[in-house]
């Protein structure tokens, strides 16, 4: 703490030193080394005026954390009034009165960016690109039934008589487990992140190489229903990688994780090739070697995240002690994800009253409803992709070749959409731009067999490269709203934080999620080959993504405004009345 010069012994005496005690408050002083000691029960306190209060707890009722009641305190010793840090130093605590509202204030930084960076590094190589590559597998067996359609599945699970719908139930099946179950998001949370993601991938990975041996459509759709089960857990992953990294590094780390659909994509498209070529003369159906060894690999892949995954920074195997503090120390060093409030009595503590505000959160549903409107697309292209290209007279081989090109690009353009993303500090103007992009695309496919574009051919090349913009935007629009929910939702700053972040992100899937029961549904075989509904559907939502974007930066601008407004207003009143931290939504 800052001492003044000219203080009188007996002054400097009174003051409280690092590390010291304050009378009657029940809590240690922060030292020099923000070094946090445990509350001390009340009981103990000599001061014969304080109350018997439960650790942590005013005479209100509310819960506060030995570092926003130190903090608060250390802010009063900055006076250069003497005098009035004095009175302060003496004040103690009388039943029914309410101390002054905490306010967060950053740790002292005592380590050096080039460690910060070797422990963000680390988080990268061991964490980010296997969690990465589970979601690799996993999009991979959620999509490679619109390769195995086009080998062949089709004929050999229809009924009799045949039905249309067999494969599009097939789709619908897994969104609806899919949706159903994206209250898992919570369990994050509860179940430790090494068992539960072993547990998830296990679960997905029997369920896709059992699709090997279905022997008819509803064999395939109850193994589609528990695959959708399984991977409906995994959807937490971006917001259990803000257990690791600050709100600025996030972006391009979901992107890193959401980028491995397009690669999965365009990966299940040449692996599909050269399976189809290596079954021509196998004994097993094309189709079913496809699922067998796109599937089997997720079941291996369960053992390794058992060993790999960490539940928190501090448990990471691959860090060394003093990495761990690192990790811990600096997400403390941002400023708290919690909304501007006053100190009066509060029922943050409630699991269900925090569960509520996450689901009253403006900025929870904005990110719902785009990601609800871009799911049309983002769901329906990949699994179509293969048939679109089929019916633009293109033989099996070919389609499954020309299908993987469009996601190759997309992934890169992911990375460095989110890359430039995280170094502007915004969302909103990438995530427009994405947005109306990927409505070019879909315009020109849509309009294709109109007077307008001259009724361009079903197998031309203008319709092959306007699937490009088309992928590329949507995708990058999905890692730009999973991260914009997670950046202005989550707060690890407390378990109250914790537990709202978790609600919102289940909102986001349980609504993004219902996206894909339509989608899937766009592309019946009977609009063959220019399916202009579909695309049609998509170019709108897309431009529905955009304007709802738009409007969002609006909204969130005008309450960071007020809120700074609300702050300035505030400063010349009580302390209890004062703001509560300095959060602002991301733009």
Request: glycine share 6%.
């Amino acid at each position: 703490m800052r001492a003044k010069t000219g203080t009188t012994a007996q002054e400097d005496h009174n003051r409280p030193t690092s590390g010291s005690s304050y009378e009657g408050s029940g809590y240690s002083h922060v030292d020099d080394n923000d070094r946090l000691e445990p509350p001390t029960h009340p009981s103990t306190s000599t001061s014969a005026s304080s109350p018997l209060l439960q650790d942590g707890e005013w005479t209100d009722g509310e819960q506060y954390t030995p570092q926003m009641i130190s903090d608060v305190e250390d802010d009063e010793y900055k006076s250069d009034d003497d005098e009035e840090a004095g009175r302060v130093a003496a004040r103690r605590l009388t039943p029914g009165r309410q101390p002054p509202a905490p306010r967060w204030r950053s740790p002292r930084k005592w380590f050096t960016q080039e460690e910060e960076q070797a422990v963000v590094r680390k988080f990268d190589r061991k964490l980010v690109v296997f969690v990465a590559g589970l979601y690799l597998l996993a999009f991979l067996d959620r999509s490679n039934i619109g390769n195995a359609r086009i080998a062949g599945m089709d004929d050999d699970l229809q009924s009799s008589p045949p039905r249309e719908d067999w494969y599009e139930w097939s789709l619908t099946a897994f969104y609806l487990a899919y949706i159903g179950f994206e209250w898992m998001a919570v369990l994050w949370r509860i179940i430790p992140a090494h068992v539960y993601v072993a547990l998830i991938v296990f679960l997905w990975g029997l369920a896709a190489s059992l699709q090997a041996v279905a022997v008819n459509y509803p064999m395939l759709i109850a193994l589609r229903t528990l695959l959708g089960i399984g991977e409906a857990g995994f959807t937490g992953v971006p917001f259990y990688l803000s257990f690791f990294f600050k709100r600025e590094e996030l972006a391009f780390r979901t992107a890193i994780f959401v980028s491995a659909a397009p690669l999965a994509t365009s990966f299940a498209s040449s692996l599909a090739w050269l399976i189809l070529k290596a079954a021509e003369h196998s004994p097993i159906a094309p189709w079913r070697l496809l699922f067998l060894v796109e599937g089997f690999p997720s079941v291996l892949a369960a053992a390794l995240a058992w060993n790999i995954i960490p539940d928190f920074p501090q448990t990471a195997s691959y860090l060394t002690q003093r990495e761990k503090k690192i990790a811990r120390h600096r997400l403390q060093l941002e400023r708290p994800l919690s909304r501007p409030r006053y100190s009066s009595r509060s029922k943050s503590s409630s699991p269900i009253f925090d569960s509520l505000s996450a689901l009253l959160d403006p900025a929870a549903w904005l990110t719902s409803l785009i990601l609800f409107l871009v799911n049309l697309a983002y769901s329906s292209l990949p699994v179509f992709l293969p048939t679109i290209l089929q019916a633009m007279g293109h033989s099996a081989l070919t389609s499954q070749a020309l299908a993987a090109p469009p996601y190759l690009v997309a992934f890169i353009a992911v990375l460095l959409t989110a890359h430039a993303s995280d170094k502007v500090g915004a969302r909103s103007p990438f995530l427009i731009a994405h947005a109306l992009f990927s409505a070019a695309g879909y315009t020109i496919l849509a309009l294709s067999d109109t007077k307008l574009l001259g009724h361009i051919p079903p197998d031309s090349w203008i319709r092959y490269f306007a699937v490009y913009p088309a992928a590329i935007g949507f995708f990058s629009v999905v890692v730009l709203t999973v991260s914009w929910s997670v950046n202005n939702t989550t707060n690890h700053a407390s378990s109250s934080g914790q537990r709202r972040g978790a609600a919102a992100f289940a909102l986001l899937q349980a609504v993004g999620q219902c996206g894909p029961l339509l989608g899937t549904r766009l592309y019946p075989d009977r609009q063959a080959p220019y399916y202009t509904m579909g695309m049609a559907v998509c170019a709108v939502a897309m431009v529905g993504v955009a304007v709802l974007a738009g409007l969002g930066r609006w909204y969130l601008k005008r309450v960071n405004r007020r809120w700074d407004e609300e702050e300035e207003s505030e400063q010349g009143e009580a302390l209890s009345r004062r703001v509560v931290g300095r959060f602002r939504y991301m733009l």
